[in-house]
Structure formats: structure tokens, C-alpha cells
């Protein structure tokens, strides 16, 4: 079985930063882009970031300059370093891995952290 867990969400006035990682772990044989999503109450799950196993990016347009992921492969982890926070960033940030291929069925499906607060206040 594989579980995304997410760690590091809290409150955080505007202006500061936080630090969000998310880690995978079960019975991996292989993980795809995995990537950050947030839903703030009221509105529809966006991108936040992603990242490709070859480290490749992709931001989304409201968090470009301010936010940057990366990844550790040989920890099936990855981490979400957020600056310049504002309070439209509040939101449940979600990890969220494309493929996951486990040793046991060697097959892949993507997968869903049950989310982690984040709160900005003004």
C-alpha cells in the first residue's frame, strides 16, 4: 500500500515563508512528476508545482518567483519552499504523485496526500 504524507503547513503572517515536504512510501517500484495542488475554501484545486524525476518544473502563474520545488528521489520525497506568502496562498495544499508503480502489481496509478493547512494571515 502507498501513502503521500505531507508535513510543514501552519500559520505564517504575510511576508513569511514555510517549508512543505511530502514523502512516499509503500511498496514503490517507480514514481512519476509528482506535485503540489491547493484548494482554498470556496474554489476549484489548482497547480501550485511540479516536478519531473529528471527535475523538470512547472509553476503555477500566481506562485512563479515566489515558490520552488524540489526533489529527492532516493527518499521519494519532495519539498515545496514557499516565500513572500500572502494571504490568497491560504488554502489545503495537496501532494499528488501522476504514477506510482508499486512492486507488487507493477502497475501505475496517481495518488493523493490527504492534505496539510496552510494559512496566511494579513
Known amino acids: 500500500q502507498v501513502q503521500l504524507v505531507e508535513s510543514g503547513g501552519g500559520l505564517v503572517q504575510a511576508g513569511g515563508s514555510l517549508k512543505l515536504s511530502c514523502t512516499a512510501s509503500?511498496?514503490?517500484?517507480?514514481?512519476?512528476?509528482m506535485g503540489w495542488y491547493r484548494q482554498a475554501t470556496g474554489k476549484q484545486r489548482e497547480l501550485v508545482a511540479s516536478i519531473g524525476t529528471r527535475g523538470f518544473t512547472n509553476y503555477g502563474d500566481s506562485v512563479k518567483g515566489r515558490f520552488t520545488i524540489s526533489r529527492d528521489n532516493a527518499r521519494n520525497t519532495i519539498h515545496l519552499q514557499m516565500n513572500s506568502l500572502k494571504p490568497d496562498d491560504t488554502a489545503v495544499y495537496y501532494c499528488?504523485?501522476?504514477?506510482?508503480?508499486?512492486?507488487?502489481?507493477?502497475?501505475?496509478?496517481?495518488?493523493w496526500g490527504r492534505g496539510t493547512q496552510v494559512t496566511v494571515s494579513s
Open positions: 499528488h504523485a501522476e504514477s506510482i508503480v508499486t512492486t507488487t502489481t507493477m502497475m501505475g496509478r496517481p495518488y
Open positions: 509503500g511498496s514503490i517500484f517507480s514514481i512519476d512528476t
